[in-house]
Structures are given as C-alpha cells and as structure tokens.
C-alpha cells in the first residue's frame, strides 16, 4: 500500500515539476538581443512629398556578434544610416530610420524593419501614411473586443470612427477596406458609399480568408472624397485557432496547472482512503503496543539490575542491553511473519480467519527468554507490571516461575 502511494505522488509531483521548468524555461529564457521597450510598431505618418525620420535603439544581450538591419518593402521610399554593425556584449547602437515620399500619393504603405544577430532574428512591423493636407476628415480605428482572436476562416471586427475636421456639410464618399500583408501586398479589398455630415462611427466585420497564414496584417480604411484620400490602419495578428491563447501566455494555464495538480492530490487522498486495509493498519497499532510493552518490561528489568551491588550491577546492565537488542529484532521478525500470514488469509476470502488470528496474537505476546536468563535479577516490580497486563487480558511468558 504504501508503495503504490509513494509511486503515485512521485508521479504526480514529477508531472508538476515538469511542467513547472516547461513554463520557466518559456518565460526565462534569455534573448540574445533587445530592442527599445515600446518599439513593437513602427506607426508614422507623412504628408505627400513629406519625409519623416525616427530611430530604434538595439543592445546586444550575449557576447559580440554581427547585425544585419533592412527593410521588407518600403523600396524607395525607406532608408537606413547603417545596415550592418558588430556589438559587444552590452554594447547599443541607435539606428535611425528615414522615410521619404517620392510617389506623391495619399497612401498606406506596410513594411518591416528586419533585425538579424548572429543566432536569432526580430521584425517590427511598420505602417507609413502619406496623408493629403487638403482632407477634410481623420479617421480612428479600434478593434473590437469579441474580435481580437483573428484565425484563418474566422473574422475580424473594427470600429471606425469618421470625423469632419472641416465643417458640418453632407459629403458623399467611396470607402475602400482592404488588407495587406507586411510585403505590401493587398490581400483583400471591398467598397461602399458613405454619407458622411459631421462624425459618424460604423462597425465593420470582415471574413478571413481560411487560406490565410498566420502572422501580422493591416487593416486599412480609405475615403475617397471628389480625389482628395484620407486613410487610417489598424495592426492586427492571425494566428491558428488552437494557439489563440497560447497555453504558455494564457493566466487560464495556470489557473488549469493548479487545478490539475489539486485534483491529483485529492484523488491521492480519495484513493488512499479507498484502499486502505483498516484490519492491517489495527494489526501494525497492535504490534506497534506490544513491542512498546516489551520494551517497558526490558527498562523494568534494567531498573531492577540497576539496584544489584557492583560488580554484579554492571554485569547484569550490559547482559540485559544486549538482550534488548536481539528481543527487538526477534519480535520485529514475529511480526513481519504475523503480517505475511494476515494477509494471505485477506487475499483468500479468509477475512473471520484473519481477524481470530489477529486477536489470538494480541492475547499472547513474546515470551523474552533472553531476560529468564537472568535468574538472579530481582524480578518484584516486573511482576507486578505482568500481572497489571495479565488483567488487561494479554498474556505473556515472561520470567513466569
């Protein structure tokens, strides 16, 4: 019994520890590199002919290693003061980031800056509006909370809001919402006229291709007003439907880990319970009594020696020591017998059998003849201690006369 609980709680807290190191090893593993804190989108916005330009700071976590900085897209029209660098191990660098408009056209543009070390690779997403000063109209875009999940078959859900910067007069305007891709590419795009006089909020839900792979998109709106275009784009992630969540970056994992790790225990505690031979653990109480019975005895029968006049004292004290020891081994044996016994009988029906054992060994104890040897050991107190038991209903042998 008590190996089969041993196995099972080593299972349990072997599975726990598991996935304890599982989640340190996720969360605590070192990165070779790092960029600026806040940087995890690029998001800036020009006017047409405009430029603009802005910096992301790199440090190398590890020891020296080679960079390697570029643009996906954005040909033309984004540039780098520096592609390729070697950093010491806690050494930075600022790498400043130019943007240019050389189209002259209202438009939004989607990229990446690619960082490359030695080992591993990062990309920022990037998203560039080249605005017309002449628009009448900003537009603000938020994801919807019920849509934040985006996987390939599913949808996605964005509330626009338009404002009229300008006045409150009636305009009519083709809106255009599309998707594209980091390498700018548009993966899908649909139309509709608007009537649009002072602000107006409107919610748009769009399906996902179910061939759509996993990663980073921008949703863009566009209004078109008599040729003069005012865009906005939203980032937003696709990812497969099971890894929404992921388990490792979900709190729902750990909340499960601990529930599972309970229940584990409980049912321990419910199997144990179940199991549990209530006549073998009354047989160990049993044995457990008798042996302390005897032991009294022996201390009875030291004291006794104790009282002797030298050198016969000290001869009787160290015979009776080592008498104690085979004593305790002796009926430590008895008892692994009795045990063996007592259970054959339990596994062969025999529960009355086992049971009328069990007493018929409570009533008659070990006989100790080490200590008869004794015989000229006072022996007063230790009869009394044997009578008191003998009322009690045990019985036993020892230095009877």
């Given at each position: 019994m008590k190996k089969k609980l041993v196995i099972i709680i080593g299972a349990v807290v072997v599975a726990a520890l598991i996935i304890f190191f599982l989640i340190q090893k996720n969360y605590s593993q070192k990165e070779d590199f790092s960029i600026n804190t806040n940087t995890i989108l690029l998001k800036l916005t020009i006017p047409i002919g405009g430029e603009s330009e802005?910096?992301?700071?790199?440090?190398?976590?590890?020891?020296?290693q080679e960079f390697d900085v570029s643009f996906v897209s954005l040909a033309g029209i984004g540039s780098l003061n520096e592609k390729s660098f070697t950093l010491a191990k806690g050494e930075t660098k600022d790498i400043k980031l130019f943007f240019k408009d050389t189209k002259n056209e209202a438009k939004i543009y989607a990229g990446q800056l690619v960082i490359k070390s030695s080992n591993s690779e990062k990309k920022i997403p990037i998203i560039l509006n080249v605005e017309d000063r002449n628009s009448e109209f900003a537009i603000i875009q938020e994801i919807i909370p019920k849509y934040e999940d985006v996987y390939p078959g599913g949808k996605f859900g964005v509330k626009i809001k338009i404002y009229n910067v300008e006045n409150n007069d009636l305009y009519s305007v083709m809106a255009v919402y599309s998707i594209k891709n980091l390498n700018d590419e548009i993966i899908s795009s649909e139309e509709e006229s608007l009537v649009v006089q002072g602000n107006i909020e409107l919610n748009k839900i769009i399906d996902i291709p179910s061939t759509l792979p996993q990663g980073n998109?921008?949703?863009?709106?566009?209004?078109?007003?008599?040729?003069?275009?005012?865009?906005?784009?939203?980032?937003?992630?696709?990812?497969?439907?099971?890894?929404?969540?992921?388990?490792?970056?979900?709190?729902?994992?750990?909340?499960?880990?601990?529930?599972?790790?309970?229940?584990?225990?409980?049912?321990?505690?419910?199997?144990?319970?179940?199991?549990?031979?209530?006549?073998?653990?009354?047989?160990?109480?049993?044995?457990?009594?008798?042996?302390?019975?005897?032991?009294?005895?022996?201390?009875?029968?030291?004291?006794?020696?104790?009282?002797?006049?030298?050198?016969?004292?000290?001869?009787?004290?160290?015979?009776?020591?080592?008498?104690?020891?085979?004593?305790?081994?002796?009926?430590?044996?008895?008892?692994?017998?009795?045990?063996?016994?007592?259970?054959?009988?339990?596994?062969?029906?025999?529960?009355q059998e086992a049971v009328n054992m069990m007493k018929k060994w409570e009533k008659e104890g070990y006989a100790m003849p080490e200590l008869k040897k004794e015989k000229t050991i006072p022996i007063s107190n230790i009869k009394n201690q044997i009578e008191n038991w003998k009322k009690e209903g045990y019985k036993t042998g020892v230095l009877n006369k």
């Open positions: 802005t910096a992301v700071k790199i440090t190398n976590e590890e020891k020296e998109y921008i949703f863009i709106t566009s209004l078109d007003s008599e040729g003069v275009k005012t865009s906005a784009g939203q980032l937003f992630s696709v990812s497969n439907q099971t890894e929404s969540g992921s388990l490792f970056d979900n709190f729902n994992f750990f909340v499960a880990v601990i529930l599972i790790f309970l229940a584990g225990i409980l049912a321990l505690f419910f199997y144990f319970m179940k199991t549990r031979d209530d006549l073998l653990i009354q047989l160990k109480k049993q044995q457990s009594g008798e042996l302390k019975r005897n032991l009294e005895l022996i201390e009875a029968a030291r004291r006794e020696a104790g009282r002797l006049r030298k050198p016969e004292r000290k001869r009787r004290i160290v015979s009776i020591k080592k008498a104690k020891k085979k004593i305790i081994r002796k009926i430590k044996a008895r008892q692994k017998r009795q045990i063996v016994v007592f259970k054959k009988l339990k596994k062969s029906g025999k529960k």
